[in-house]
């Protein structure tokens, strides 16, 4: 027996597991999360598995178009977008605007209708919790959500939603759990029928998942099985890169299944009976591609994302997209080399989540400087230092994939000449916000919420005594300039100022509409509602390299991003809800050829940005509480671990 088989037997009595059957979304029957019901690679858990490639062989097609999944699913997903839409723009209360005759007078044309996006950055736990309030507030199965002076319903009516590093967690999370809402996870601890340890950061993922039993016991098993899984895939061929390890380690706290659920895939989530009738949005998760030892910025890096059909890149430094179910195979000129070896299951929900967050992948390596020694320290120690040999120190941040571009499109394709894909944290180019799938002209997204929990503060920015983590446009500002460049492939992004005057006008602590006159802009762009975290109820500014959260901690920076999506009920701003409904029915007006209406011109003298320039340098930028709400029971855990792994990322990457 070796020793890591050893260990996954001896810890046998410690790992439990939880039961159930799939909730379909919107059920409020019951507050206890249950498994998602499709381990698409059971029981091959997390090794991916050579079959013969399906009878309509997959092929990598050109980014010149959706994909076709992509276009038969869109009219139903628009239709489902309806009802929603119309109650939530009927309480938005725009006088002069009648929503429900609007909308029903151009339900059969639904491109007429407005195209809502919804961005989550990147930003660790604190922007997966930001992330999450903003998505409650959002959310019609909130409790009170659909009150006067809410905004539930805004999910419901979105088209896409997409999730960068920290961001895409979020938005993994609540697909690989039949897209459960915000409000059942955060309940799930006190429920009567807990089930799982989803969301439970007080363990942190050098600890593991909180089960009965001896904790040494526990670490043991949690540490045999990381390594067991990652070196099942190993066994079977393919090139194995720390992404692994911290994949399957973030499964157990975003997976609500047996060990995180190695068998469950990103591309399952396309057969899923939610999914196919329509009833949530696409899921977009957004990474970048680096090749070993290169620097990538906005300008120069090439953006992928991946939703449950498909994982590519609309740039031009390859154009092209590929099936994501069959993702391992090995390709070559746009065809698999051999259709009786098609790879399936190489698409794990873990992986395809620590693709988009390789910067923390120094997490795991910071087990070697931790006190976690014998049994537990050598099985994962022994298994990282094996990655590290061969791949280098300089790319410990790189997700390995067998390229399925490589051969394809030569001469235009950058990779095309290279048999290996390495793709890389999605905000490692400075774009922390996933808009880039968001902005594609094909797509033809009106409004974006682009949510952003960056950590552009620091100890030197704007002033020394500055509050850190907070965030200043870096990311909003590196979307902009890059659609000026070649690489931009002709995706239009409406005028954004620089930082400096981000924080001087305060357009980095409320929130801010960009290119909210169509008629202005050179290229067609969405509106963009820039909502950035600041602190209305609670100091949210963790790091993002802070690794455990008391449960109290957890909801007081969730319910703070509630009050900022909401602008605390209303109570900052009663006429807000009006205001959002005017952002998400402005492109949408221009179509059609209808008036603005007069409070909708109010809104936007108040929120949009309007030109204005203020370049000098920023004093300190130290924010208030907005709101006096009490949450002084949420108190942060000693975080050791976090405190190590700042002190020994990378410098320089300071979005993230």
Known sequence: MTLISFLVALSACAIQTSSGAAVQPG?????SLLHRALPANAPHG???????????????????????AELQWLPVRRNATLGPMKDLLRRANITGFDAMSYITKYANNASALPNIGIAVSGGGYRALLNGAGVLEAFDSRTTNSTAAGQLGGLLQSATYLAGLSGGSWLVTSLYTNNFTSIDRILASDTSDSKSGDLWQFEQSIFDGPEKSGIQLLNSIGYYAELVEAVQGKKDAGFNVTITDYWGRALSYQLVN???????????SIARQEWFTNGSVPLPVIVT??????????????TVFSFNPWELGSFDPTVFAFADLEYVGTNYSGGRPV?????VFGFDNVGFMTGTSSTLFNEALIEVNGTNTTGLIGT?????????????????????????PFYGYNVGENRDAGTERLTLVDGGEDGQNIPLNPLIQPIRNVDVIFAVDSSADTDASYPTDSSAQNWPVGISMVATYERTFTSIGNGTGFPSVPDTNTFINLGLNSRPTFFGCNASNLTTAAPLIVY?????????????????KYSDSQRDAIVLNAYNGATQGNGTLDSEWPTCVGCAIIS????????????VCERCFDRYCWNGTIDSTTPRSYVPALKLQVSTSDARPLSNTFGMALVAAIVTGVSLI
């Open 531 to 547: 909502l950035p975290n600041a602190p209305y109820s609670y100091t949210s500014n963790v790091s993002t390299f802070d690794l």
């Open 257 to 267: 299944a047996t060990d995180g659920g190695p068998d469950f895939t990103f591309s």
């Open 587 to 598: 492109r949408s007006l221009n179509r059609t050829g209808t008036a603005v209406p007069e």
């Open 379 to 403: 099985v994962l120690k022994t298994a990282i230092e094996g990655v590290l040999e061969a791949i280098g120190e300089k790319d410990i941040d790189i997700a390995d994939y067998p390229n």
């Open 46 to 68: 997390y090794t991916p598995q050579y079959v013969s490639c399906p009878s309509d062989t997959p092929t990598i097609r050109s980014a010149a178009s959706l994909s076709n």
């Open 338 to 342: 051999d259709t009786d070896k098609c």
């Open 288 to 301: 970048d591609n680096r090749s070993p030892g290169q620097e990538i910025i906005s300008e120069n890096s």
């Open 27 to 31: 059920s409020d029957s019951t507050l």
